[in-house]
């Protein structure tokens, strides 16, 4: 597998002093995030290696098409309202947002769009184009409105057009905006006087206007079902059409180039239609797709935004034979989370996606695998990724490219909610059959060796040794000896009081998180009889859980991530939380990082300590200059460090080796009063002993840490 490169990553989280009426995180900080849901791709426009994509209640999405058959998201912005338009001019990407108007965002990082401004237009902003210093925005009922967009940091309305029907779409040329009217058809608007836009002409299309481009003398409108008319605008007081082509589905936006008009044609997919003699429009090629909304062309790619199906990269060379070359597929609902390495792999309901998280703070994917099923578990070895499938079984897919994962072989057993390893044996979660054995010692050929019947539901499994740990549902917790996986024996179970969804094991606990009842602690060590010592009540619906040290950290539903102090597992009590936005389902640790599958993300978070949770009234102010305890520490690869300040403070922190030489500084710079974190990657740094120094207007503090391999 390939992996990065990273020295030393800093994640600075400041902490202000505020009063709060409710608080979404405590002890628990966000370092980054990936795959925010797509809501759906709407429309689409290219500017050089980037394509950004509008995709409604979930903003607008960067996707770099260097590489066109490799797509793949690098950035994200979520616009306040509902994007349905976009357009780019230089490093700026305008969105039609509809109630929240115009939004202007600033794609010079393209990692990290930012808005620079906006203007709230009086309706449902649905298009957009922008010429020289204006954007001309598509207003729904309120008609064409233009604004100034000189300083982008204050667009600023200029003068505006109501149209007779309901703007959705607009195109430019020269000194006129060609408006999409729907019931209205096509309105031809004179910008030349921004000012005062006035009609010079109009054509009232068959069925609805939803789209149009423009080139040359003639305009080309995406009406519905009535498909492209073509209207010659040499005149624009009395444009007239020429020609039409009534494409098989329900035409809502459409491009043109080189003679060739490409048309989005909803569930009709992607049709090409030659426009060379505009009276007599023909079709020449097509392709299929779920749900083609819009479309974007760069020399011979077309780029298609394709509702709930993403972003797809159709090869039009041949305009007779379009081909499918690349697709940045939207992730639908992240389930669980498998790390090795830089590498996380995520069962992404219908795929597998690859992510390098080398540097936590910007994860990216790398690759990706579609799964025919629904992918809802994942488990690692080495190069071997399995997949725990509900509606296809297991699968055995290749990683040692993690660019281009593929499928070795599969087991066809269904359902399959959970998948471990040990050593060439996959135990499987497989809801009312129980537990299923699989030996994956070729993994081209995986040979079910044997079932266990548990008497429940079987959701989760974790291995120890000999021991399976199933989370059996109704019927609790299940140990299963699985010395001999070809035999496998009850020889205990612990009727929880809940329905068992997931299970951890450390030591002689196994933590079980138990749906309505929270997270149950459980004695093991006698594996005859095992018995709760413990439990903690949860707000959510505890699904998944994963342990570390003294912590238990719980995946609880939609109260999102719970952290559980489990020294004495006679009390657990909560030290820590993440309410994350989607339904927290599954949590896996490595190291210091705490990785959160919660349907419409995955989450990289930290867990920043602390002596428990506030009253919530408000965050605690430092009484003093601090520098706390690394956590963990010794560690390997990630630690955190964690300063406080009672008062703003210049404060430099330093990174020196066990002989006194200057390595790094982490953090450097004028700090506001609070509590500060640091996070250090030192996952190309040598094993051994290191000193972190702080300054902060004259108070100093050293504390050494430990790096292990």
């Known amino acids: 597998m390939n992996n990065s490169n990273t020295a030393i990553s800093l994640l600075s989280v400041c902490c202000l002093v505020l009063p709060v009426a409710a608080q979404d995180h405590e002890n628990v900080e966000q370092l980054a995030r990936i795959y925010n849901q797509w809501d759906n791709a709407r429309a689409v426009v290219l500017d050089g290696d980037y394509a950004y994509v509008a995709t409604g209640g979930s903003g607008f999405r960067v996707v770099e098409v260097s590489?066109?058959?490799?797509?793949?998201?690098?950035?994200?912005?979520?616009?306040?309202?509902?994007?349905q338009g976009v357009a780019v001019s230089s490093n700026l990407v305008?969105?039609?947002?509809?109630?929240?108007?115009?939004?202007?965002?600033?794609?010079?990082?393209?990692?990290?769009?930012?808005?620079?401004?906006?203007?709230?237009?009086?309706?449902?902003?649905?298009?957009?184009?922008?010429?020289?210093?204006?954007?001309?925005?598509a207003d729904w009922d309120a008609g064409l409105r233009v604004v100034d967009i000189s300083d982008p940091s204050q667009p600023l309305e200029v003068g505006y057009y109501d149209t007779p029907g309901y703007a959705v779409g607009v195109a430019t040329s020269g000194e006129l905006a060609f408006v999409?009217?729907?019931?209205?058809?096509?309105?031809?608007?004179?910008?030349?006087?921004?000012?005062?836009p006035r009609e010079m002409g109009y054509y009232v299309t068959p069925m609805q206007a939803l789209g149009v481009a423009v080139a040359g003398d003639y305009a080309y409108v995406a009406d519905g079902w009535a498909g492209l008319r073509v209207v010659d605008v040499g005149d624009p007081a009395q444009p007239q059409e020429v020609g039409y082509y009534d494409t098989p589905?329900?035409?809502?936006?459409?491009?043109?180039?080189?003679?060739?008009?490409?048309?989005?044609?909803?569930?009709?997919?992607?049709?090409?239609?030659?426009?060379?003699?505009?009276?007599?429009?023909?079709?020449?090629?097509?392709?299929?797709?779920?749900?083609?909304?819009?479309?974007?062309?760069?020399?011979?790619?077309?780029?298609?935004?394709?509702?709930?199906?993403?972003l797809r990269v159709v090869d039009t060379s041949d305009p007779s034979n379009p081909g499918e070359v690349g697709r940045c597929i939207t992730p639908h609902y992240t389930y669980s989370t498998a790390i090795s390495g830089d590498l996380a792999f995520i069962a992404d309901s219908s795929s597998l996606r690859v992510v390098n998280i080398g540097d936590p703070t910007h994860p990216r994917e790398v690759g990706y695998r579609d799964t025919a099923g629904i992918a809802c578990g994942v488990a690692v070895n080495g190069d071997i990724v399995l997949i725990a499938d509900a509606e296809e079984g297991l699968r055995v897919v290749d990683a040692?490219?993690?660019?281009?994962?593929?499928?070795?072989?599969?087991?066809?057993?269904?359902?399959?909610?959970?998948?471990?390893?040990?050593?060439?044996?996959?135990?499987?979660?497989v809801g009312?059959?129980?537990?299923?054995?699989?030996?994956?010692?070729?993994?081209?050929?995986?040979?079910?060796?044997?079932?266990?019947?548990?008497?429940?539901?079987?959701?989760?499994?974790?291995?120890?040794?000999?021991?399976?740990?199933v989370a059996d549902d109704y019927a609790g917790l299940r140990l299963v000896n699985v010395r001999d996986p070809e035999r496998p024996r009850e020889v205990g179970y612990c009727d929880t009081p809940g329905s068992a969804w997931g299970v951890a094991v450390s030591g002689d606990l196994a933590f079980v998180a138990d749906y309505e009842s929270g997270l149950r602690v459980l004695d093991v060590s006698d594996q005859t009889d095992p018995r709760e010592v413990g439990y903690y009540d949860t707000p959510g619906y505890a699904v998944g859980v994963a342990t570390s040290g003294d912590l238990a950290f719980v995946a609880d539903g939609g109260a999102g991530l719970r952290v559980i102090d489990v020294s004495d597992p006679t009390q657990p009590r909560e030290v820590g939380y993440y309410n994350t936005p989607g339904y927290a389902s599954e949590v896996a640790l490595d190291d210091s990082l705490i990785y959160v599958s919660d349907g419409i993300q995955l989450g990289i978070y930290i867990y920043t300590?602390?002596?428990?949770?506030?009253?919530?009234?408000?965050?605690?102010?430092?009484?003093?200059?601090?520098?706390?305890?690394?956590?963990?520490?010794?560690?390997?690869n990630q630690t955190i460090i964690r300063f406080q300040l009672p008062r703003p403070a210049d404060v430099k922190l330093q990174l020196y080796d066990a002989s006194g030489r200057h390595l790094a500084t982490l953090a450097q710079g004028l700090y506001p009063t609070g509590i500060h974190t640091t996070f250090w990657n030192a996952l190309n740094t040598p094993a051994g002993v290191y000193m972190i120094r702080m300054n902060a207007n004259g108070f100093n503090a050293v504390q050494k840490v430990v790096l292990t391999r």
């Open 67 to 83: 590489d066109p058959a490799h797509p793949f998201e690098i950035g994200q912005f979520d616009t306040p309202g509902y994007a």
């Open 94 to 137: 305008f969105v039609a947002d509809g109630d929240a108007g115009l939004r202007v965002v600033d794609v010079s990082d393209p990692t990290e769009p930012r808005e620079v401004g906006y203007s709230d237009t009086p309706d449902d902003a649905l298009g957009v184009a922008v010429n020289g210093d204006l954007a001309f925005v």
């Open 180 to 196: 999409a009217d729907l019931d209205e058809g096509l309105r031809v608007i004179d910008v030349s006087d921004p000012t005062q």
């Open 249 to 310: 589905g329900s035409a809502g936006g459409v491009v043109v180039s080189d003679g060739l008009a490409f048309v989005a044609d909803g569930g009709g997919g992607l049709r090409i239609l030659n426009i060379s003699a505009p009276a007599r429009v023909r079709e020449v090629g097509y392709y299929s797709t779920p749900w083609c909304l819009g479309v974007a062309i760069s020399s011979d790619l077309a780029f298609v935004s394709d509702y709930y199906a993403g």
């Open 400 to 429: 040692s490219d993690d660019a281009h994962p593929y499928e070795v072989g599969y087991y066809d057993l269904r359902p399959v909610y959970s998948v471990a390893l040990r050593g060439d044996w996959a135990f499987m979660a």
């Open 432 to 469: 009312e059959a129980g537990l299923q054995v699989v030996d994956i010692g070729d993994p081209s050929d995986p040979r079910g060796v044997l079932h266990y019947d548990t008497r429940g539901y079987a959701q989760d499994i974790a291995v120890m040794g000999d021991l399976a740990l």
């Open 609 to 636: 300590g602390g002596q428990g949770v506030s009253d919530g009234s408000q965050i605690r102010i430092p009484t003093r200059f601090a520098l706390d305890p690394a956590f963990p520490n010794p560690f390997n």
